[in-house]
């Protein structure tokens, strides 16, 4: 496994994001590489600072613009189903927001493309990478409903907020063998798994989840 967090994490939050690493194991998350990557990953800085006391819990958190940084267990289970077949080169990752999700997945895979409808968020989520020395990422300010096809193919492409139906963009730009991970619905959400062979799709239903819309359209 590649480890690529720099120093800059100090001795403290590797102990809570340990702490962290522990429970999901708990509420039965398996994958030794994602729970490594949790372990080492500095949650705080992803979060706003007056939340800062709270980064290590099993919770979502409010991070502005009306978003939320994703709850760790969700993270590492949506980071475990990308990895199931085995590790692919590279994954697109839809709603970038806070950067916490893409600091596991650049753990994890060689490259990562990411792509956030809110200027502001994309920039302070690169600019929190960058202070960790995370930089195999590429970010887009773009619609994810359009995915990104000037780099697909893709072997994995995770979504953080949820569509009300399946992006055709994102079915179309997943490798032949490739798996798309993503939420899908209004007020009941699903988490499913979508497998690529050939022209078909197979589809498997997770769990229940609650994630902010996918929004179609305008940037901001
Ligand atoms: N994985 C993120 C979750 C952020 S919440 C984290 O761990 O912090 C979901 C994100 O999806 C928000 O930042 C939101 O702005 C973004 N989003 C919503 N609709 C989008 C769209 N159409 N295209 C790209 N990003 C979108």
Redo the contacts with the bound molecule.
């Keep these: 496994m590649n480890v690529r967090v720099g120093s800059s994490v100090s001795g403290k939050s590797r102990r809570s994001g340990e702490l962290l690493a522990q429970k999901l194991y708990a509420e039965g998350i398996r994958d030794q590489r994602v729970l490594q990557a949790i372990a080492q990953s500095p949650r705080h800085i ?1 979060v706003p600072e007056i939340l800062a006391h709270k980064a290590y819990d099993n919770t979502a958190l409010p ?1 502005g ?1 009306g ?4 709850q760790p267990y969700i ?1 590492a289970k949506m980071s475990e189903l990308l990895l199931a077949d085995g590790v692919p080169d590279s994954i697109l ?10 600091s596991i997945l650049t753990q994890l895979v060689a490259k990562v493309f990411s ?4 200027k502001a ?1 994309q920039w302070q989520a690169k600019r929190r990478l960058q202070s960790i020395d995370l930089n195999n990422v590429s970010m887009k300010h ?4 359009q995915g990104w096809s000037s780099k697909s193919p893709f072997q994995a492409i995770i979504v ?2 949820a569509p009300t139906e399946v992006p055709k963009a994102l079915l179309e730009q997943l490798a032949d063998g490739g798996r798309l991970v993503i939420p899908v619905g209004v007020d009941t959400q699903i988490l499913k798994v979508i497998t690529r062979h050939g022209d078909e799709y197979k589809e498997q239903q997770v769990e229940m989840v609650k ?7 305008a940037l901001i």
Aim: charged share 10%; aromatic share 12%; net charge negative.
């Design positions: 992803f991070i613009q978003q939320t940084i994703s993270v990752e839809i709603g970038t927001g806070s950067g916490y999700q893409t792509v956030e409808r809110i968020l773009g619609d994810g409903w953080t907020a994630f902010v819309p996918l929004v179609p359209g």
